[in-house]
């Protein structure tokens, strides 16, 4: 499985950007999908995933920080998930790595870097105030 994220860039605070990730090597439709990111000189930090729950039903999760500013959506026909991030501040300045596992893991489990078996390249993102 290889994750091809993209979509980061420089940008001002308030503004706005969508992260893609493309999944090659696996069909997505049964996995979990999500995003962590990681500043300088900070640990890795969960951000959003969203989480197959069978069939055609999925589920969404945020971190506090970027709920209700950020939605996390995935096209399975193209493989790829998508972070929409909007009214960037400069604390979202960080490299956004796209994640993935299969199935559906425990709630609990959800913001946990270990839990994710799939790490794409990273792509950076930078907001200046």
């Known amino acids: 499985v290889q994750l091809q994220a993209s979509g980061g860039g420089a940008l001002q605070a308030g503004g706005s950007l969508r992260l893609s990730c493309v999944a090659s090597?696996?069909?997505?439709?049964?996995?979990?999908m999500g995003w962590f990111r990681q500043a300088p000189g900070k640990e890795r930090e969960f951000v959003a995933a969203i989480r197959w729950e069978g069939g055609n039903q999925y589920n969404t999760y945020y971190t506090d920080s970027v709920r209700g500013r950020s939605t996390i959506s995935r096209d399975n026909a193209k493989n790829t998930v998508y972070l929409q991030m909007n009214s960037l501040k400069p604390g979202d300045t960080a490299v956004y790595y796209c994640v993935a596992r299969a199935g559906r893991p425990i709630t609990s489990t959800m913001r946990q870097a270990e839990t994710y078996n799939y790490w794409g390249q990273g792509t950076q993102v930078t907001v200046s105030s």
């Open positions: 090597g696996v069909t997505i439709s049964t996995y979990t």
